[in-house]
């Protein structure tokens, strides 16, 4: 009965990794990169990823500490489907008393397809580095 068991338990083991290594690839590529404003990392943007159609943006990140970001579209980090965007960034801040973003701290400069003129071309590779974008709060 032991010896049962336990290959019972091997076999589960074996099996579930194996389904899991056997897991398709989704197609994305991961992109990372940092922000700085006014030649500053910033902590807290919010960055969209718009496909050049008119769909909603799917992809998008925030930046952490250093300004440091990767985009995400289904799980954190994953990266976005290789094509063109247009990159839009807002850095709002929370209120804590309306528990919300508020205000754009880049002034809306970037903060519509319209408005931003940084378009980025993710090229079907392992990884797209987006290197440092430098944002301005004034003209």
Request: net charge negative; proline share 4%; hydrophobic share 35%.
């Amino acid at each position: 009965m032991k010896a049962f068991l336990v290959f019972s338990l091997a076999s589960f083991t074996v099996g579930f990794v194996g389904c899991r290594s056997k897991q398709t690839d989704d197609g994305l590529v991961p992109v990372r990169g940092v922000v700085t404003v006014d030649g500053e990392p910033a902590v807290g943007v919010v960055i969209e990823l718009h496909p050049e159609s008119d769909g909603p943006a799917l992809s998008k990140g925030v930046t952490s500490d250093g300004g440091m970001f990767e985009i995400s579209t289904h799980r954190q980090g994953d990266g976005v489907v290789p094509g063109v965007y247009d990159v839009t960034f807002v850095w709002s801040e929370f209120n804590v008393v309306s528990r919300s973003q508020e205000g754009d701290r880049l002034n809306g400069r970037y903060a519509t397809k319209k408005a931003t003129s940084i378009q980025w071309n993710v090229p079907d590779q392992s990884l797209f580095d987006a290197g440092t974008i430098e944002l301005t709060t004034t003209d």
